[in-house]
């Protein structure tokens, strides 16, 4: 029998457990929340707070009994504390000019965890995995974001194929979100100007703890904010023009008034993304007023510590606002810093003297900031060429503007099962040195027969989860036609090669370029010796109609008999689907219009997880790819026609498809084994692993970006 006190306790510490996302990234921890309630767990959307709040002490103390939970309770309550109180850590070592003051990273979206809707795609899981890797290395880290009520949206996939969004409203008694205290020990209410004659939109506080490090949330939905003011914390990339230029000074703005409220004094102001780039404004003006300074000057130290990152190619990426939406909203902070109208308007302008220009947060940024990079190497090059009009008087090599290439988060993208095979076979503490070469070598030892039966779960999982979706997307009214479902459900095989292939529906993208040549594809698909399998998962912009039709394209050729059920679209893709396909596929597939990909992290969770790219050669792959660890389309070469291009690309998808990637997985030895496939499987990890992760990437931003920023000290922009 267990105690009151020690019932207590149990629940205590179940709770501090699941109010620390550390839990996010440790299977072990998710294990026992699972256990407690596997039905409640996933009613509860993975959400470990909702959970407990809806289990009463005496189930909780019955079930940790019976499953004998306690112990492993205990042993995961004790590695939070030791985690929290490490103090043998990368940055303690390696970047003490950073320990004093911490990196604020501001991003308008953040992808923690499913259970945590702030985010839509990449860019927001890469803030999600950037702030994990920084609290693993023990750098001191401080996220700022919004707090959406209504998140991005779910999706779901009607009759007729199109996509619907529904909204679900963020509750803060069930989420590992705390009202923020101020420097005066009181819970903390920002005010943000906006307008003129002393308007504000105000806005609370929150606090999430990640691990070591935290993330501070705004939040508009206050009494004292009039509907249009709340509206601005409604939707993550929702709303018009005038909600987006309210949010982007909520976000910037009013994430440094916040930080100082919370007495948090950074050293360094990394901006992910232009749309918090109003912060260096806000950061001049506060040292304007302190110490008298001019704006001249101001801003000569305030960019000392910028840090700007710039992740699209893409000309819509880029947030421009009109002159006049500008000067209605910032005529406040722009009296403040003593600047005109037109002078204000020339920090967002390349060319300050064209009054038509329109203001270009991406400009403003690239202008504030000490140090600017791009998110690959070739992403770098393209980026430098995009701007060069910046810097007019420079070649277009020597634009500053540098890359550090994006990662992911290992121990948040690595299955269970592959952690178990690594601690096997990669070095000892292999999870701390995951930067290092020499970490990855053991993937060499692992035995065929052990790396193919991990495939094999993870494939089954994977095929499993597809199921027990079109089972539910079937049930839905006036969604997946039941036939369908129950065709796709059946002929769905973990024994067939399976390509995935999920991400954001946006047009650059071309999810539907491998449907191009649909007989070739069906032949392919259907082939009864060497059959493959397709699982497409991703949402579309509620406004990009474009994206919508290629959703809508993929639903109808799922229902196509001729397809014979072996091609998939799952709905409301987030992180959980993504975890699933992630983990549990052969091969990814990557088709952007190069060079529109800026770097792209998917197919970096995949070669993790021994799955492999099958890829153009953009973004990061280009980078990686030596030809054997991997599978190229194309040779990187841009036609001007982007019809042309297409045709070829899909073109070369097809023969590598059919002439390589089948035959490859499907030649199996005397024992049944795919020898040369698994080959090029240890090969992808052993070339890939240590440098594509976010471990590896924010190293490499201490050392390039954030050391000199925070005057440790100071280099040249090194742009390779
Ligand atoms: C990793 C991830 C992405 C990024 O996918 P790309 O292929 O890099 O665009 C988008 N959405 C989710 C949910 C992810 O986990």
Same mark, same amino acid.
């Given at each position: 029998?267990?105690?009151?006190?020690?019932?207590?306790?149990?629940?205590?510490?179940?709770?501090?457990?699941?109010?620390?996302?550390?839990?996010?990234?440790?299977?072990?921890?998710?294990?026992?929340?699972?256990?407690?309630?596997?039905?409640?767990?996933?009613?509860?959307?993975?959400?470990?707070?909702?959970?407990?709040?809806?289990? $009463?002490?005496?189930?909780?103390?019955? !079930?940790?009994?019976?499953?004998?939970?306690?112990?492993?309770?205990?042993?995961?309550?004790?590695?939070?504390?030791?985690?929290?109180?490490?103090?043998?850590?990368?940055?303690?070592?390696?970047?003490?000019?950073?320990?004093?003051?911490?990196?604020?990273?501001?991003?308008?979206?953040?992808?923690?965890?499913?259970?945590?809707?702030?985010?839509?795609?990449?860019?927001?899981?890469?803030?999600?995995?950037?702030?994990?890797?920084?609290?693993?290395?023990?750098?001191?880290?401080?996220?700022?974001?919004?707090?959406?009520?209504?998140?991005?949206?779910?999706?779901?996939?009607?009759?007729?194929?199109?996509?619907? /969004?529904?909204?679900?409203?963020?509750?803060?008694?069930?989420?590992?979100? !705390?009202?923020?205290?101020?420097?005066?020990?009181?819970?903390?209410?920002?005010? &943000?100007? =906006?307008? $003129?004659? #002393?308007?504000?939109?105000?806005?609370? =506080?929150?606090?999430?703890?990640?691990?070591?490090?935290?993330?501070?949330?705004?939040?508009?939905?206050?009494?004292?904010?009039?509907?249009?003011?709340?509206?601005?914390?409604?939707?993550?990339?929702?709303?018009?023009?005038?909600?987006?230029?309210?949010?982007? @000074?909520?976000?910037?703005?009013?994430?440094?008034?916040?930080?100082?409220?919370?007495?948090?004094?950074?050293?360094? =102001?990394?901006?992910? /993304?232009?749309?918090?780039?109003?912060?260096?404004?806000?950061?001049?003006?506060?040292?304007?007023?302190?110490?008298?300074?001019?704006?001249?000057?101001?801003?000569?130290?305030?960019?000392?510590?910028?840090?700007?990152?710039?992740?699209?190619?893409?000309?819509?990426?880029?947030?421009?606002?009109?002159?006049?939406?500008?000067?209605?909203?910032?005529?406040?902070? +722009?009296?403040?810093?003593?600047?005109?109208?037109?002078?204000?308007?020339?920090?967002?302008?390349?060319?300050?003297?064209?009054?038509?220009?329109?203001?270009?947060?991406? =400009?403003?940024?690239?202008?504030?900031?000490?140090?600017?990079?791009?998110? $690959?190497?070739?992403?770098?090059?393209?980026?430098?060429?995009?701007?060069?009009?910046?810097?007019?008087?420079?070649?277009?090599?020597?634009?500053?503007?540098?890359?550090?290439?994006?990662?992911?988060?290992?121990?948040?993208?690595?299955?269970?099962?592959?952690?178990?095979?690594?601690?096997?076979?990669?070095?000892?503490?292999?999870? &701390?040195?995951?930067?290092?070469?020499?970490?990855?070598?053991?993937?060499?030892?692992?035995?065929?027969?052990?790396?193919?039966?991990?495939?094999?779960?993870?494939?089954?999982?994977?095929? +499993?989860?597809?199921?027990?979706?079109?089972?539910?997307?079937?049930?839905?009214?006036?969604?997946?036609?039941?036939?369908?479902?129950?065709?796709?459900?059946?002929?769905?095989?973990?024994?067939?090669? %399976?390509?995935?292939?999920?991400? !954001?529906?946006?047009?650059?993208?071309?999810? %539907?370029?491998?449907?191009?040549?649909?007989?070739?594809?069906?032949?392919?698909?259907?082939?009864?010796?060497?059959?493959?399998?397709?699982?497409?998962? #991703?949402?579309?912009?509620?406004?990009?109609?474009?994206?919508?039709?290629? @959703?809508?394209?993929?639903?109808?050729?799922?229902?196509?008999?001729?397809?014979?059920?072996?091609?998939?679209? @799952?709905?409301?893709?987030?992180?959980?689907?993504?975890?699933?396909?992630?983990?549990?596929?052969? &091969?990814?597939?990557?088709?952007?219009?190069?060079?529109?990909?800026?770097?792209?992290?998917?197919?970096?969770?995949?070669?993790?997880?021994?799955?492999?790219?099958?890829?153009?050669?953009?973004?990061?792959?280009?980078?990686?790819?030596?030809?054997?660890?991997?599978?190229?389309?194309?040779?990187?070469?841009?036609?001007?026609?982007?019809?042309?291009?297409?045709?070829?690309?899909?073109?070369?998808?097809?023969?590598?498809?059919?002439?390589?990637?089948?035959?490859?997985?499907?030649?199996?030895?005397?024992?049944?084994?795919?020898?040369?496939?698994?080959?090029?499987?240890?090969?992808?990890?052993?070339?890939?692993?240590?440098?594509?992760?976010?471990?590896?990437?924010?190293?490499?931003?201490?050392?390039?970006?954030?050391?000199?920023?925070?005057?440790?000290?100071?280099?040249?922009?090194?742009?390779?």
């Amino acid at each position: 029998m267990i105690t009151r006190d020690e019932a207590k306790l149990l629940r205590l510490k179940l709770e501090r457990l699941s109010q620390n996302l550390w839990w996010a990234w440790h299977p072990e921890v998710i294990q026992v929340f699972r256990q407690l309630d596997p039905d409640l767990w996933r009613r509860c959307d993975h959400n470990p707070v909702a959970m407990l709040r809806s289990m $009463s002490d005496a189930l909780i103390i019955e !079930r940790s009994h019976d499953l004998e939970l306690n112990a492993r309770i205990e042993g995961a309550y004790r590695s939070l504390e030791t985690y929290l109180t490490d103090t043998r850590t990368w940055a303690i070592a390696h970047a003490g000019a950073l320990l004093a003051r911490p990196v604020a990273y501001f991003s308008a979206e953040f992808g923690l965890h499913e259970s945590l809707p702030l985010y839509s795609g990449g860019l927001g899981v890469l803030a999600g995995d950037h702030i994990k890797s920084a609290s693993d290395l023990g750098l001191p880290l401080v996220g700022v974001s919004l707090l959406y009520r209504e998140g991005y949206f779910r999706q779901w996939i009607d009759r007729s194929g199109y996509q619907r /969004e529904t909204y679900a409203n963020f509750d803060s008694a069930v989420q590992p979100v !705390r009202e923020a205290i101020g420097k005066d020990g009181r819970k903390v209410t920002i005010e &943000v100007p =906006v307008g $003129s004659n #002393g308007s504000v939109i105000r806005a609370r =506080v929150w606090r999430v703890d990640v691990g070591r490090a935290s993330l501070v949330l705004l939040d508009p939905h206050v009494p004292e904010n009039d509907e249009r003011d709340r509206a601005v914390g409604t939707r993550l990339y929702g709303g018009d023009r005038e909600t987006r230029i309210r949010q982007e @000074i909520l976000l910037g703005v009013g994430g440094v008034i916040a930080l100082k409220a919370l007495g948090i004094v950074p050293g360094v =102001v990394h901006l992910n /993304e232009g749309h918090s780039a109003f912060a260096v404004l806000e950061l001049a003006r506060q040292r304007m007023h302190e110490d008298g300074m001019s704006f001249a000057d101001a801003m000569r130290e305030v960019r000392q510590k910028v840090v700007f990152t710039t992740h699209t190619p893409v000309e819509a990426g880029h947030d421009r606002f009109e002159p006049d939406q500008v000067e209605a909203h910032l005529v406040g902070l +722009r009296e403040s810093l003593g600047l005109s109208r037109e002078g204000f308007m020339s920090l967002g302008r390349v060319n300050p003297q064209d009054a038509g220009e329109p203001f270009c947060m991406t =400009v403003l940024a690239l202008k504030c900031a000490t140090k600017s990079n791009g998110v $690959s190497a070739l992403h770098g090059r393209v980026t430098r060429r995009m701007w060069h009009s910046l810097w007019p008087h420079h070649g277009e090599q020597e634009v500053p503007i540098g890359h550090v290439t994006n990662g992911v988060h290992v121990p948040t993208w690595l299955a269970p099962e592959m952690r178990v095979l690594y601690d096997r076979h990669l070095r000892a503490n292999w999870p &701390v040195h995951l930067a290092h070469p020499e970490t990855w070598m053991g993937i060499d030892e692992v035995p065929d027969i052990e790396l193919w039966g991990t495939l094999q779960i993870l494939k089954s999982k994977l095929v +499993r989860f597809v199921r027990r979706r079109l089972v539910q997307q079937g049930e839905h009214a006036d969604g997946l036609d039941p036939d369908v479902a129950t065709m796709v459900a059946d002929a769905f095989d973990p024994n067939v090669l %399976t390509i995935g292939f999920a991400r !954001r529906f946006a047009q650059y993208k071309r999810a %539907t370029l491998i449907l191009r040549d649909r007989e070739r594809l069906k032949r392919i698909l259907t082939n009864s010796s060497r059959p493959v399998q397709i699982i497409f998962a #991703g949402k579309a912009h509620p406004h990009d109609e474009i994206g919508k039709g290629l @959703i809508r394209e993929i639903r109808h050729a799922m229902s196509d008999p001729a397809f014979q059920g072996r091609l998939a679209f @799952i709905d409301d893709f987030d992180i959980n689907v993504a975890r699933h396909l992630v983990q549990g596929v052969d &091969v990814w597939l990557n088709t952007p219009t190069r060079p529109l990909e800026a770097s792209g992290t998917s197919g970096q969770k995949v070669l993790l997880n021994g799955g492999r790219n099958f890829s153009i050669l953009d973004g990061w792959f280009p980078e990686g790819y030596d030809g054997q660890n991997g599978f190229a389309i194309g040779s990187g070469e841009v036609h001007v026609s982007s019809q042309v291009q297409e045709e070829r690309d899909a073109a070369d998808l097809m023969r590598v498809l059919e002439e390589e990637i089948v035959p490859l997985f499907y030649e199996r030895d005397s024992w049944g084994l795919p020898v040369r496939w698994l080959a090029r499987v240890k090969r992808a990890v052993r070339t890939l692993g240590w440098r594509f992760n976010t471990d590896r990437m924010v190293m490499d931003y201490v050392t390039h970006c954030y050391l000199p920023a925070a005057g440790a000290w100071s280099c040249e922009v090194d742009p390779h």
